[in-house]
């Protein structure tokens, strides 16, 4: 067998082959290990900290706040809606409906705030865009989406009289709901009804969805009445929310009221308290006698159809026992159908001798309602919606208190206990 002797140099050129090998390895590791070494002493940390810095310099410090907040449901059509700034001023706000159509809005003059130049609608979504600077000229900006309340969702009420009107010293603020509301009182804090003459106003709910205001007595001719609706988000009933912000004033006209006594077949009209015209009237048959009480003028008509049918004077056929196309200046006095109207088909020799309606108040006239020189025209000229007739001695019982506009058929202290408040 051979033996292999390994010469001094060859063990010299091995050795330092593996030297360079590891050698290798070790500049291999010692670049690694620096990099660690790197991070361990901080130097990164610190760069971060710098940019940190300097990205905290280019943030606006303009804070913008919309209202409502995103993703509201249920807001408001009224005041709710607004952009406001702290440590800036507005530069730009856009609002627009779901499907782009924009809404108009102004930025105080201050520019720290907008609002929307109009009401609302409900039911609808609403997308805001705002823009602001801070003093350094460094640019915000926010957004928000809400949507407003449904019609499901919220109660309006329907008032009368209208604004600006001048009506009769028996006009109420008769207000009905669209819903029934169950809060009353808190539906009724939200309103109020206030005059000029200082009388005391007091509300009576008839029912879920009726309320109306008036005074202990008639309304001081000459006065002015003022009806304010802060309704917006007072909770009616369950998940059901007022929509309203109203302010309504109207004014009392003189004091007129009417005594139609059924049993001399008169009508005393009086105008502050004195006589002015006594007119000879018809009023209810034997079988059809008309309401007592004091009634108020809700509506006009210078000429109406009046069909029996509708209220219930029927024949057998089904058929109203009257039809008539053209009664002319006639005036509601009930939600059931009583007025005080023309006649002109009765023979003239009625009026003032004998009671032959069906329950309405006649009074002497003529086809086409052109005739001024007529009692019922010069009764209808002289007349204003809120007027006040008394009906008496007619046999029959008092009208409903809600039927028409007829609170004034509750004394005082019945009325107040149908308030809330």
Known sequence: MEKRVMTDSKRRKGLMAASALLGGVL???????????????GGDTSSQAKVD??????????????????????ASINNGTAVTVSKGTLTSVTMQTASGTAVAGQISADKKSWKPSAQLNRATTYKIAA?????????AHENASFSTVSPANSFIGNFTPEDGSTVGVGMPVSINFDKAITNKAAVQKGITVSSSSGQEVVGHWFNANRLDFRSENYWTGGSTVTLKLNLDGVEGASGVYGVQQKTVTFKIGRNQVSIVDAQTKTMTVTEDGKTIKTIPISAGAPDHKTYQGQMVISEKFKETRMDGSTVGFTKNDGKGEYDIKDVPHAMRLSSSGTFIHGN??????????????????????????????????????????????????????????????????????????????
Do not use: M
């Open 131 to 139: 823009e602001a600077t801070d003093s350094a000229g460094r640019v």
């Open 344 to 421: 002109y088909w009765g023979a003239k020799s009625i009026f003032g001798a004998v009671n032959t309606s069906h329950g309405c108040v006649g009074l002497s006239d003529t086809k086409g309602a052109n005739d001024p020189n007529t009692s019922a025209a010069w009764f209808y000229n002289h007349s204003l919606i809120g007027d006040v007739v008394v009906v008496k001695n007619t046999g029959d019982k008092t009208i409903a208190p809600d039927n028409g506009l007829n609170g004034w058929n509750l004394d005082w202290a019945a009325w107040k206990a149908g308030s809330a408040v």
């Open 53 to 74: 810095e300097a990205a905290a310099k280019k943030t606006s410090e303009a804070q913008i706040k919309i209202t409502p907040k995103d993703g509201s449901d249920n």
């Open 27 to 41: 500049v291999l590791s010692a670049c690694s290990g620096g990099d660690k070494a790197g991070a361990s002493s």
